[in-house]
T-cell receptor, first 108, second 113 residues
Framework: GIQVEQSPPDLILQEGANSTLRCNFS?????LQWFHQNPWGQLINLFY???GTKQNGRLSATTVATERYSLLYISSSQTTDSGVYFC??????????FGRGTSLIVHP | KAGVTQTPRYLIKTRGQQVTLSCSPI?????VSWYQQTPGQGLQFLFE???????NKGNFPGRFSGRQFSNSRSEMNVSTLELGDSALYLC????????????FGPGTRLTVT
């Protein structure tokens, strides 16, 4: 199956800093999503982005499908951005595969 | 529009027992997928149901099963519980699966003692 690798595994920031999270995948995909998991376990949809670039407020994402990676940008981070960020891909087998996540802590 | 709902939210069971978890998808969504999340293995796909049929299955033993009803609600069952089944079980719904955007429920946290 598809391999999904996220980096960095852990990230600690001061409020106001910017960051870039990366998701590499090993094969072509039909779907790529970014999620934020809050401390209660809820997975919150950030982006559905199999290719191209999207922006939503302080967050934006870019997927370069031909080079098999996606980037999530967080600008002017806030303490509420803390949590774990996952990317998930669906390839030709249509079985979703999640990365191991990036754990983000934003200090005030 | 109401989101994905899961019941119960928390559950404590004893080894050897069985458990049934329930998931109600977003209205109009016909695909329901189940995932297991543990600290050691991360988020792993269990299975997907579409139109009352299992369409995809992950690499889990036969103790894990599911079904989907005509109203798209889904249940998953775990028989002969083991300590290692302690996990957060997440359900996701999408319009038709197959790469459509997925929306997750709040999860059921299962503890096996």
């Amino acid at each position: 199956g598809i391999q999904v690798e996220q980096s960095p595994p852990d990230l600690i920031l001061q409020e106001g800093a910017n960051s870039t999270l990366r998701c590499n995948f090993s094969d072509s995909v039909n779907n790529l999503q970014w999620f934020h998991q809050n401390p209660w376990g809820q997975l919150i949809n950030l982006f559905y982005i199999p290719s191209g670039t999207k922006q939503n407020g302080r967050l934006s994402a870019t997927t370069v499908a031909t080079e098999r990676y996606s980037l999530l940008y967080i600008s002017s981070s806030q303490t509420t951005d803390s949590g774990v960020y996952f990317c998930a891909v669906v390839g030709g087998s249509y079985i979703p595969t999640f990365g191991r996540g990036t754990s983000l802590i934003v200090h005030p | 529009k109401a989101g994905v709902t899961q019941t119960p939210r928390y559950l404590i069971k004893t080894r050897g027992q069985q458990v049934t978890l329930s998931c109600s998808p977003i209205s109009g969504h016909r695909s329901v997928s189940w995932y297991q999340q543990t600290p050691g293995q991360g988020l792993q796909f269990l299975f997907e149901y579409f139109s009352e049929t299992q369409r995809n299955k992950g690499n889990f033993p036969g103790r894990f099963s599911g079904r989907q009803f005509s109203n798209s609600r889904s249940e998953m069952n775990v028989s002969t519980l083991e300590l290692g089944d302690s996990a957060l079980y997440l359900c996701a719904s999408s319009l038709a699966g197959g790469g459509d955007e997925q929306y997750f429920g709040p999860g059921t946290r299962l503890t096996v003692t």
